[in-house]
């Protein structure tokens, strides 16, 4: 009996250091590729919203005729006076500042006005027409950025948003953190910066 129990060899240290190893590789190539399948999705997800939001913008700009953003800008048009109101008529209880240029903060004021009650009077004829929402916040949830902020880290930068005023449409794309470096390219072929800007310019 003793001589059978002296036969069963267990394993040496070197043994299970090399399996402990091997496992350990094992890990990190799954959470590599479990990262990786995630950040793909929250790509394809901010890719998504963006088409969202152009859409929403588009809409916009046909209902309204503002191809060039002059009334939702207040301080390139005078002849508009805009406000914004909640779903229920209530008004704003922050309300955006929109306006034509760089900046995340740009985009995130126009992704703003989109979920609100655009309200604008024109000052000549003294009519007043609303127009929206046309972003809606999830169920239970306020009007926020955040509602349609890009989900994966390497967009934290935000949106780069296009109006094509001659076409009456927007193009809205996330912006990469490395855009500068990696001169990631947008639709008309400039290097993606955050903001909104107008194409052709006025």
Known sequence: MKKMLKNQKGFSLVELLIVIAIMGVLAALAFS????????????????????????LTSYIVESGDTKLEILDGTRSADYDVTYEEADGSPASNPPTVSVGSGADVSQELVNALQ???VVKNN?????VKY??????????EIDWKNYAPT????????????????????????????????A??????????????EPKP
């Open 124 to 128: 000549k004829t003294k009519r007043t």
């Open 132 to 141: 929206g929402p046309y972003l809606t916040p999830k169920e239970g949830q």
């Open 185 to 198: 390219q947008d639709s008309v072929g400039e290097a993606l910066e955050c903001g909104v800007k107008l």
């Open 33 to 56: 590729m479990f990262a990786g399948i995630l950040g793909n999705s929250r790509r394809r997800a901010d890719e998504r919203t963006a088409d969202q939001i152009a859409k929403a």
């Open 152 to 183: 994966w880290s390497g967009h934290e930068d935000g949106y780069s948003i296009i109006v094509f005023s001659d076409l009456q449409k927007a193009d809205v794309v996330p912006v990469p953190d490395n855009a500068a470096t990696t001169g």
């Open 116 to 118: 609100h009650v655009i």
